[in-house]
T-cell receptor, first 114, second 111 residues
């Protein structure tokens, strides 16, 4: 069984640029959630995708957007990067969108905005 | 009021001791509770989930849930240096299908 994978591992961008992060969900899982984790903080929910539809969104501006594909892999896009966007971006997959389902995290993408 | 609160630590225990990690939450409708372990520079790893009041044991780990007190804890018996990590408490359910995390508690197990 393949776990959650993310790419790239690390990324360095400059302020104002755009970035796309990718995530492949665990086999059999149809739900992907994205989280942002700043240094010393717990992960913060960005949004969730269930069967290719956005299923909920946290307190993040519209320049954070996403997609889910028919194979349930997902992308997180961030436009007009700001210095505060520097963080570890985590993707988690779960069997379904039900709140009792365990979420399993990928290794993360470390984004640095200069 | 923060939604999920944890003692930030650091919590330091000697090898072989019991480490006790605590978490409180504000949403009374929360139904699902999770403990994640995060090593420095790595992503969170699920170690326990608990849904009903009482204790749930898995190896050296015991999760305890008290919904009336809005309190969940994690006990680690026979602590090992390899248990040194940040432990994140996460809550979902009720009005939230997402995971809401605390800031985490840094545990150090001294040989």
């Amino acid at each position: 069984e393949t776990g959650v994978t993310q790419s790239p591992t690390h990324l360095i961008k400059t302020r104002g640029q755009q970035v796309t992060l990718r995530c492949s969900s665990q086999s059999g899982h149809n739900t992907v959630s994205w989280y942002q984790q700043a240094l010393g903080q717990g992960p913060q929910f960005i949004f969730q995708y269930y069967r290719e539809e956005e299923n909920g969104r946290g307190n993040f501006p519209p320049r954070f957007s996403g997609l889910q594909f028919p194979n349930y892999s997902s992308e997180l896009n961030v436009n007009a990067l700001e210095l505060d966007d520097s963080a570890l971006y985590l993707c988690a997959s779960s069997l379904t969108s039900a709140s009792y389902n365990e979420q399993f995290f990928g290794p993360g993408t470390r984004l640095t905005v200069l | 009021q923060k939604e999920v609160e944890q003692n930030s630590g650091p919590l330091s225990v000697p090898e072989g001791a019991i480490a006790s990690l605590n978490c409180t939450y504000s949403d009374r409708g929360s139904q699902s509770f999770f403990w994640y372990r995060q090593y420095s520079g790595k992503s969170p790893e699920l170690i326990m989930s608990i849904y009903s009041n009482g204790d749930k044991e898995d190896g050296r780990f015991t999760a305890q849930l008290n919904k009336a007190s809005q309190y969940v804890s994690l006990l680690i018996r026979d602590s090992q240096p390899s248990d040194s990590a940040t432990y994140l408490c996460a809550v979902s359910g009720g009005s939230n299908y997402k995971l809401t995390f605390g800031k985490g508690t840094l545990l150090t197990v001294n040989p």
